[in-house]
């Protein structure tokens, strides 16, 4: 429908008149040319005429890819919109969190290395997947077990914003925490013991 039989028409106006006119009037460009074809062309955004813009396909045709380039320099800390603060994945990472990671890393290498010492005083390995891994050799339990202990810190990590993560990390701190006193123990008692 066109702007000019939308209007009312002048008073003693013929039939004719008014077609006439309508045909004089070009269509609007801001009126869709009919209801059927507006329904198909009017868009997402319900207005008249619809342009997409866009020159390049939409970014969220494709999953995301694994973009290591915002971890140092860029990107989100946490959620855009207020109340968008947990179970979503981000860019960049807390120093907290990443310390905390870290830091149980730390413990990892420290509990491996004091379990090599202990074993060289005659002690024996109480985890089977351990022992088995120090009859392959000293290198591949060191690998073995930072290697397994890192994948798991970068899941970690990852998901830091989920709600059972941080509790997590904590509790892997106070673990080590807790297993390096027990090395320490157990180091002391060697000396007593005069084993070492």
């Known amino acids: 429908m066109t702007i000019a039989a939308e209007a009312s028409p002048a008073p003693g106006t013929t039939r004719d008149e008014l077609v006439r006119a309508e045909e004089a009037v070009p269509p609007s460009r801001f009126a869709p040319p009919d209801q059927a074809v507006a329904r198909i062309l009017i868009g997402p955004?319900?207005?008249?005429?619809?342009?997409?813009?866009?020159?390049?396909?939409?970014?969220?045709?494709?999953?995301?890819?694994?973009?290591?380039?915002?971890?140092?320099?860029?990107?989100?800390?946490?959620?855009?919109?207020?109340?968008?603060?947990?179970?979503?994945?981000?860019?960049?990472?807390?120093?907290?969190?990443?310390?905390?990671?870290?830091?149980?890393?730390?413990?990892?290498?420290?509990?491996?290395?004091?379990?090599?010492?202990?074993?060289?005083?005659?002690?024996?390995?109480?985890?089977?997947?351990?022992?088995?891994?120090?009859?392959?050799?000293?290198?591949?339990?060191?690998?073995?077990?930072?290697?397994?202990?890192?994948?798991?810190l970068i899941f970690l990590i990852l998901h830091k914003t989920f709600r059972l993560v941080r509790p997590a990390l904590r509790l892997l701190l106070f673990f080590y925490a807790l297993l390096l006193v027990y090395h320490m123990f157990l180091q002391t008692s060697a000396v007593i013991h005069g084993l070492a």
């Open 45 to 152: 955004y319900d207005v008249w005429p619809f342009f997409d813009r866009r020159v390049r396909p939409h970014r969220r045709n494709k999953p995301t890819a694994l973009n290591f380039r915002f971890w140092l320099t860029g990107g989100r800390k946490r959620g855009r919109r207020r109340g968008e603060g947990q179970n979503i994945y981000v860019d960049r990472y807390e120093t907290r969190d990443v310390g905390l990671a870290a830091a149980v890393l730390v413990l990892n290498v420290l509990d491996a290395f004091l379990t090599v010492v202990y074993l060289s005083y005659g002690g024996a390995e109480a985890n089977p997947i351990a022992a088995w891994l120090l009859e392959c050799g000293v290198g591949w339990f060191l690998a073995a077990k930072t290697l397994a202990v890192s994948v798991c």
